[in-house]
């Protein structure tokens, strides 16, 4: 069995901006006052270093919390664990299966019934039919939407579409639990079950990487903090981060 693990050496990751009007910028790096690092390249095109020289491990047991400001690079560093971006230089090296809850709409079709979007949204998360088919009862049973399943999912209200999203989403379980903000779907009730299943999925994950503005939930969850600012990435102790007010 693979045992999970994080493992980032001296990672960048840059997204080049072609069509952005390069006028107004100067030859010399820019710093953005939020988010990553801005640089122009050879009076062509800008880029934006969204994560720099980035080194980190996460081993099983690690609930990290991904702390700062809008546009510091916690999503970004979330995607490049997720494999949806590859860093520019470094080296990443991701063990285990992944859920990633970054957008849990993603592969859905609103044409297509709610039990067909299970089954799309499930061959997005990587799993065989035969392993979407032994779920379709639970998932269906967990949306509480019914009858509503076999309707085109273009007629559900956006708080149905969540629920069977989140459904879908968080059926599996993983090695590595990635989340972007705590999920808040549905009415009270539906919203208190979706919080126990949530906490039941990062209780059984052995790693659980979180981006959060809410210093609460993160010194009640994770055990390790890291800030990025500027594409920049530094580790804070606990007993700092606990002293800190976000």
Not at 14 to 32: D, G, W, Y
Not at 112 to 131: C, D, K, Q, S, W
Not at 138 to 167: D, H, K, W
Request: some cysteine.
């Amino acid at each position: 069995m693979t045992q999970a693990l994080i493992k980032a050496t001296d990672i960048t990751v840059e997204f080049p901006i072609f069509n952005a009007s390069h006028r107004s910028l100067k030859q010399k790096v820019l710093h953005a006052t939020t988010g990553g690092r801005i640089a122009g390249e050879n009076s062509r095109h800008v880029s934006i270093t969204a994560i720099e020289q980035a080194s980190f491990c996460f081993q099983p047991g690690n609930r990290i919390g991904l702390i700062g400001a809008n546009g510091a690079g916690k999503t970004t560093l979330l995607r490049v664990i997720s494999g949806v971006y590859a860093p520019i230089r470094g080296s990443l090296e991701v063990s285990g299966k992944i859920i990633s809850l970054l957008d849990i709409s993603l592969g859905m079709e609103g044409e297509a019934t709610g039990y067909e979007n299970i089954f799309l949204r499930g061959v997005m998360m990587g799993l065989h039919p035969r392993e979407i088919e032994a779920k379709i009862d639970e998932i269906a049973e967990f949306s509480e939407l019914g009858n509503y399943l076999n309707m085109p999912v273009r007629t559900y209200s956006s708080g149905m579409s969540l629920r069977l999203a989140f459904a879908i989403s968080t059926s599996v379980q993983a090695d590595i639990l990635l989340m972007d903000e705590w999920l808040s779907v549905g009415d009270a009730t539906f919203n208190e079950k979706a919080s126990q299943r949530l906490d039941q999925l990062i209780k059984d994950s052995s790693i659980l990487v979180m981006a959060s503005h809410s210093k609460p939930l993160l010194e009640k969850t994770c055990n390790r903090i890291l800030s990025l600012e500027h594409g920049k990435i530094c580790e804070i102790p606990m007993e700092t981060f606990e002293k800190m007010g976000l």
